[in-house]
């Protein structure tokens, strides 16, 4: 599935789901791609306050996210800017994609709906809600066919 | 690690953002080659707003266009798909594991408050 939309059900309240986004504390147990530490974390969490991530990965390298919060409704949704400021995707050091969380009540906890979108270009804005990931999906099979 | 082009990803993305440009891929996917002419046969619009969109294609580097005669045959080429779908799937594994750990932390802390009544 090639999509940068992901859901997730947590049994945590909205609340307790959103402070774990939030603050620095919080996100200082969650980020990362692996199990690597995270060496730094800031958080600023109010309309226009920034936030600051630095980990290292398991192999050693370490890298630096950064961005600010465009939305935050408490319990609901968080909208924030984001792009690598060390190591990451060096290729892309400089651009500013948007991190985009929505919460819901779901059962005895939460739903989770997170997407992390490409702005670049308003064209890839739109793209992605069109839902370009289902046509790509539809062209996978000559990616398996080698290089 | 696959170098990735940010400028060659956009073309990509931008290119993909079309119904009939996505419509076109996939028949070429399915049919490995056609003609211009028999590309444009299914579509409800005129063979210069096909063209149109093979220019778009074809400067993103999905296709390639060849001429024998008077025909021109149209060809997918899917390497810069492939980089898109890297590029998505790297940030979806990013995302994936940090989501997964997110939500263990918040439920220990949701069930933590329970416990001390909060």
Same mark, same amino acid.
């Given at each position: 599935?090639?999509?940068?939309?992901?859901?997730?059900?947590?049994?945590?309240?909205?609340?307790?789901?959103?402070?774990?986004?939030?603050?620095?504390?919080?996100?200082?147990?969650?980020?990362?791609?692996?199990?690597?530490? #995270?060496?730094?974390?800031?958080?600023?969490?109010? #309309?226009?306050?920034?936030?600051?991530?630095?980990?290292?990965?398991?192999?050693?390298?370490?890298?630096?996210?950064?961005?600010?919060?465009?939305?935050? #409704?408490?319990?609901?949704?968080?909208?924030?800017?984001?792009?690598?400021? #060390?190591?990451?995707?060096?290729?892309?050091?400089?651009?500013?994609?948007?991190?985009?969380?929505?919460?819901?009540?779901?059962?005895?906890?939460?739903?989770?709906?997170?997407?992390?979108?490409?702005?670049?270009?308003?064209?890839?804005?739109?793209?992605?809600?069109?839902?370009?990931?289902?046509?790509?999906?539809?062209?996978?099979?000559?990616?398996?066919?080698?290089? | 690690?696959?170098?990735?082009?940010?400028?060659?990803?956009?073309?990509? $993305?931008?290119?993909?953002?079309?119904?009939?440009?996505?419509?076109? %891929?996939?028949?070429?996917?399915?049919?490995?080659?056609?003609?211009?002419?028999?590309?444009?046969? =299914? $579509?409800?619009?005129?063979? =210069?707003?096909?063209?149109?969109? %093979?220019?778009?294609?074809?400067?993103?580097?999905?296709?390639?266009?060849?001429?024998?005669?008077?025909?021109?045959?149209?060809?997918?080429? =899917?390497?810069?798909?492939?980089?898109? %779908?890297?590029?998505?799937?790297?940030?979806?594994? $990013?995302?994936?594991?940090?989501?997964?750990?997110?939500?263990?932390?918040?439920?220990?802390?949701?069930?933590?408050?329970?416990?001390?009544?909060?």
């Amino acid at each position: 599935m090639t999509s940068l939309t992901l859901v997730r059900r947590i049994r945590a309240r909205p609340a307790m789901v959103f402070q774990a986004l939030t603050s620095a504390e919080g996100i200082a147990h969650w980020w990362g791609p692996d199990g690597g530490p #995270v060496l730094l974390a800031e958080s600023d969490a109010r #309309v226009g306050g920034s936030f600051r991530v630095r980990f290292r990965t398991l192999d050693g390298s370490e890298h630096e996210s950064t961005g600010q919060y465009l939305e935050l #409704v408490a319990g609901r949704r968080v909208v924030m800017s984001w792009q690598w400021t #060390v190591g990451g995707e060096p290729d892309e050091r400089g651009e500013v994609s948007r991190v985009v969380i929505e919460l819901a009540p779901a059962d005895a906890g939460t739903e989770l709906t997170f997407t992390h979108e490409r702005l670049k270009t308003e064209a890839s804005r739109r793209s992605h809600e069109e839902g370009w990931a289902g046509a790509l999906d539809k062209l996978e099979r000559y990616f398996s066919t080698g290089t | 690690m696959v170098k990735y082009r940010p400028a060659q990803l956009d073309r990509t $993305f931008a290119a993909l953002v079309d119904q009939t440009r996505r419509a076109i %891929l996939a028949r070429l996917e399915r049919e490995d080659r056609l003609t211009v002419s028999a590309l444009a046969t =299914p $579509f409800a619009i005129k063979l =210069p707003a096909v063209m149109k969109h %093979l220019d778009v294609l074809e400067d993103a580097g999905l296709i390639t266009r060849s001429k024998e005669g008077r025909t021109v045959t149209v060809r997918l080429r =899917p390497e810069p798909m492939r980089d898109a %779908l890297d590029w998505l799937r790297r940030y979806e594994r $990013f995302w994936s594991r940090s989501l997964d750990r997110l939500a263990e932390y918040a439920e220990r802390e949701d069930a933590a408050a329970r416990r001390s009544g909060r």
